[in-house]
């Protein structure tokens, strides 16, 4: 059964360093999204992405975060600068169309030191 | 405010028995609900969805109720196993304003018990 991809599975890095998650769409998906979720709370919606370009961003996602398909099946998320509340889990999510059930990787957790 | 939540944080039932997880939403133009499942340290698990044209939907072994009067959506699991232990959440669309992002509740902690 195809499924969403996320690489890496954990990743531990420095206050104000740079930070690439990414993630493998399921392959006739068109509509590509990152959610987060700090420990123990709920699963927040950070971006959507369709036709090359963002559809929609929530407040979280300032000018830090970038999304970018570089080629046809990678999906990334950057965090320019990281800060120690960016530490969270990153979840990538596809869907073959808007409106219809999202598909969930199984996450990056990220923890900014 | 336009919020989706949870009735119950946690939920403690015996193996064999049967499940109610609840949630409630707050905007009555929402269209489209999706009950995920997520076990520890892993992504939301698709597990049923329906649509706002819709009172009941049905699927192996679980069953979702709209009630659109109250704004009310619940999950319920027959026979409930060890295996069903999870933290479940309720998400929402809305058309308009947006069809691309997902709204998620809070989350309710289910425990079987064997």
């Known amino acids: 059964e195809p499924e969403v991809t996320q690489t890496p599975s954990h990743q531990v890095t420095q206050m104000g360093q740079e930070v690439i998650l990414r993630c493998v769409p399921i392959?006739?998906?068109?509509?590509f999204y990152w959610y987060r979720q700090i420990l123990g709370q709920k699963v927040e919606f950070l971006v959507s992405?369709?036709?090359?370009?963002?559809?929609?961003k929530s407040e979280i996602f300032d000018d830090q975060f970038s999304v970018e398909r570089p080629d046809g099946s990678n999906f990334t998320l950057k965090i320019r600068s990281t800060k120690l509340e960016d530490s969270a889990m990153y979840f990538c999510?596809?869907?073959?169309?808007?409106?219809?059930?999202?598909?969930f990787g199984p996450g990056t957790r990220l923890l900014v030191l | 405010g336009e919020s989706v939540g949870l009735h119950l944080p946690t939920l403690s039932v015996q193996e064999g028995d049967n499940s109610i997880i609840n949630c409630a939403y707050s905007?009555?133009?929402?269209?489209?609900f999706i009950w995920y499942k997520q076990e520890s340290g892993k992504g939301p698990q698709f597990i049923i969805d329906?649509?706002?044209?819709?009172d009941k939907r049905q699927g192996q072994r679980v069953t979702v109720l709209l009630n659109k009067t109250v704004k009310h959506l619940s999950l319920q699991i027959a026979a409930t196993q060890p295996g069903d232990s999870a933290v479940y959440f309720c998400?929402?669309?809305?058309?308009?304003?947006?069809?691309?992002?997902?709204?998620f509740g809070k989350g309710t902690l289910l425990t079987v018990n064997p």
């Open positions: 999510a596809s869907s073959e169309v808007a409106g219809v059930t999202q598909y």
């Open positions: 392959s006739n998906h068109l509509y």
């Open positions: 992405f369709y036709n090359n370009e963002i559809s929609e």
């Open positions: 905007n009555s133009a929402s269209d489209y």
């Open positions: 329906i649509r706002s044209n819709m």
């Open positions: 998400a929402e669309t809305r058309p308009g304003g947006s069809n691309y992002k997902l709204t």
